[in-house]
């Protein structure tokens, strides 16, 4: 078995930059423009046990994301990976960060106080998560794009002579 740990391009690290974002891609569909919105439509929900379903899920969904962001890091530290591709997982990750590192603290600050009942639960803040949520779909879309560009080639179709 090839060592996996090595500068070399191995298939897996190159199936990996394709698989990684898309399957990144579908976690946010998921979550966040799919889960996220119904949760609060469904009968009986609360916005008390919303907010406390939805951090429970975010919190999930955002350590998957970072353990796909590690991965994909990974296989994109590989010597033939173009500069393109490279700038857009960074870019990506750096999306991640701030998501991650600096939006959802706030969040969770305000879900806080929201559930303890000292505020209203009015915020632009969820805003800055949909933003970052946005970016992310536009950049893990660009990754799987220069991905698949690099390993799928077309043939052009050669014209049947036998129909003439």
């Known amino acids: 078995m090839a060592n996996v740990f090595s500068s070399q391009d191995t298939r897996l690290s190159a199936g990996g930059r394709?698989?990684?974002?898309?399957i990144w891609l579908g976690l946010i569909i998921g979550v966040s423009l799919i889960e996220a919105p119904l949760k609060f439509t469904a009968p009986g929900?609360?916005?008390?046990l919303g907010l406390g379903i939805g951090r429970l899920v975010f919190t999930a969904?955002?350590?998957?994301?970072?353990?796909l962001a590690v991965i994909l890091l990974w296989s994109t530290l590989k010597s033939h990976v173009g500069t393109g591709y490279r700038q857009l997982t960074y870019a990506v990750i750096v999306v991640l960060i701030a998501k991650v590192a600096v939006i959802r603290p706030l969040l969770n600050t305000?879900?806080?106080a929201v559930l303890a009942g000292t505020d209203d639960g009015g915020s632009n803040l969820h805003l800055f998560y949909i933003a970052a949520d946005g970016l992310l779909i536009i950049g893990l879309i660009a990754l799987l794009v220069v991905a698949v560009r690099r390993w799928v080639t077309v043939q052009p179709a050669l014209r049947d002579v036998t129909r003439s």
């Not at 394709?18 to 898309?22: C, D, F, M, S, T």
């Not at 929900?45 to 008390?48: A, D, G, Q, R, V």
Request: aromatic share 6%; charged share 15%; net charge negative.
């Open 61 to 67: 969904m955002n350590w998957v994301e970072i353990v």
């Open 110 to 112: 305000r879900t806080d």
């Open 18 to 22: 394709i698989v990684l974002p898309a």
């Open 45 to 48: 929900i609360t916005i008390p």
